[in-house]
């Protein structure tokens, strides 16, 4: 079972729509990732952070996706436009470090845009 | 650029039946190597994972993998697989100054009873 909780597990929005998605990541775990994968299961990385600190992130997140990991908060990504094209399953991963490359998983918020 | 492959998108063997899902990457030079599982409206759980060392790592629920250098493969196999193991496998790779892991496109795994 996950210790990375996502929520919500799913969410419809219609064009145009906000989406806001929330993690949090395992006790003891300072680095958060967030991934897009779509029906092919093609994993797209978004954004990720150490604490409350962006590490890296791809340029379509800098339009109209936006992400946080306030301190003693849930992390969150925000889609403030939706898309169809949005329509994936967001994963949250948590690690220890920026070293080891184990990711540990929450279950995803799939999000359906119509 | 790192990337990594998993050629068959889709296998299907019977119970008990041995299996082989393959995966090549692309990288200068050597990865930290991972197989994951994900089963259905679940996230992904970690099988196993190679840093160094012995080339062969063993994982969860029998499942091992061969790193092979000279090849580029990271190929996981288990001896006798149960219908339970029906689920989407993915290989990542990760070379440490990238900081993000690469995912493959997963091969889905179907179990015939």
């Known amino acids: 079972n996950s210790k990375v909780i996502q929520t919500p597990r799913y969410l419809v929005k219609g064009q145009g729509q906000k989406a806001k998605m929330r993690c949090i990541p395992e006790?003891?775990?300072?680095?958060v990732f967030w991934y897009q994968q779509n029906k092919n299961n093609e994993f797209k990385f978004l954004i990720n952070?150490?604490?409350?600190?962006?590490?890296?992130q791809i340029d379509m997140t800098e339009k109209r996706f936006s992400a946080e990991c306030p301190s003693n908060s849930p992390c969150s990504l925000e889609i403030q436009s939706s898309e169809a094209g949005d329509s994936a399953l967001y994963l949250c991963?948590?690690?220890?470090?920026?070293?080891?490359?184990?990711?540990?998983f929450g279950e995803g918020s799939k999000l359906t845009v119509l | 650029a790192q990337s990594v492959t998993q050629p068959d998108a889709r296998v299907t063997v019977s119970e008990g039946a041995s299996l082989q899902l393959r995966c090549k990457y692309s990288?200068?030079?050597?990865?930290?190597l991972f197989w994951y599982v994900q089963y259905p409206r679940q996230g992904l759980q970690l099988l196993l994972k190679?840093?160094?060392?012995?080339?062969v790592v063993q994982g969860v629920n029998g499942f091992e993998a061969e790193f092979s250098k000279s090849n580029s493969s990271f190929h996981l196999r288990k001896a006798s697989v149960h219908w339970s193991d029906s689920a989407v496998y993915f290989c990542?790779?990760?070379?440490?100054?990238?900081?993000?892991?690469?995912f493959g496109k997963g091969t889905s795994l179907v179990v015939h009873p």
């Open positions: 990542a790779l990760f070379s440490g100054g990238n900081y993000k892991p690469t």
């Open positions: 991963a948590s690690s220890r470090t920026q070293n080891t490359g184990q990711l540990y």
């Open positions: 990288y200068s030079g050597t990865p930290y």
């Open positions: 952070f150490q604490n409350q600190e962006v590490l890296q």
């Open positions: 190679y840093y160094s060392g012995d080339p």
């Open positions: 006790k003891g775990h300072p680095v």
